[in-house]
T-cell receptor, first 112, second 110 residues
Framework: NAGVTQTPKFQVLKTGQSMTLQCAQD?????MSWYRQDPGMGLRLIHY???????DQGEVPNGYNVSRSTTEDFPLRLLSAAPSQTSVYFC???????????FGPGTRLTVL | GDSVTQMEGPVTLSEEAFLTINCTYT??????LFWYVQYPGEGLQLLLK?????DKGSNKGFEATYRKETTSFHLEKGSVQVSDSAVYFC?????????FGSGTKLNVKP
């Protein structure tokens, strides 16, 4: 039981490049979500999903896309990276909210 | 909209001191409340939670009581240890969305 896994752990992009942050969970959780963590601002919700095929926007969705084709996977796509997207990104999963969320180890992204 | 406000850190204490980290919230409905802890280089871990007014969450010597009348969920521990050094986040959940406070860094000195 690996819990919530995220890849890569570190990534450096140039402005305008695209990439996908991967997130997978093996706990059969319905609910999955993406957050970004910035100094002094805590965690802010980017997108979330309450089940396969269902996604919705959080507080800061602009510049990010998500899809949920399976229960296990919830990738986050940056279509055209900007320096303002430099952050640490966390994926989380849990039972139907409000419920305990289990967090992955994070991806540290730097956009130059 | 919903939001969480928690005291700014860092908080520096000596081992065995009493800890309080204040957390207040704003919510339109009846949220569940959580405290998460983040150790260096790791993701967040659930510390405790409370799902309705007057509930007390507790774990590893930490406690917090859901106070609807003061919209608060303050974290307390009677005697901190060096191993409690971490960043603590207060959070609420209401209708599928989670909202986190900005985090309070706790440093415990031997």
């Amino acid at each position: 039981n690996a819990g919530v896994t995220q890849t890569p752990k570190f990534q450096v992009l140039k402005t305008g490049q695209s990439m996908t942050l991967q997130c997978a969970q093996d706990m059969n959780h319905e609910y999955m979500s993406w957050y970004r963590q910035d100094p002094g601002m805590g965690l802010r919700l980017i997108h979330y999903s309450v089940g396969a095929g269902i996604t919705d926007q959080g507080e800061v969705p602009n510049g990010y896309n998500v899809s949920r084709s399976t229960t296990e996977d919830f990738p986050l796509r940056l279509l055209s990276a900007a320096p303002s997207q430099t952050s640490v990104y966390f994926c989380a999963s849990g039972g139907r909210a409000p419920d305990t969320q289990y967090f992955g180890p994070g991806t540290r992204l730097t956009v130059l | 909209g919903d939001s969480v406000t928690q005291m700014e850190g860092p908080v520096t204490l000596s081992e065995e001191a009493f800890l309080t980290i204040n957390c207040t919230y704003t919510a339109t409905g009846y949220p569940s409340l959580f405290w998460y802890v983040q150790y260096p280089g790791e993701g967040l871990q659930l510390l405790l939670k409370a799902t309705k007014a007057d509930d007390k969450g507790s774990n590893k010597g930490f406690e917090a009581t859901y106070r609807k009348e003061t919209t608060s969920f303050h974290l307390e521990k009677g005697s901190v240890q060096v191993s409690d050094s971490a960043v603590y986040f207060c959070a609420l959940s209401d209708h599928s969305k989670f909202y986190f406070g900005s985090g309070t860094k706790l440093n415990v000195k031997p």
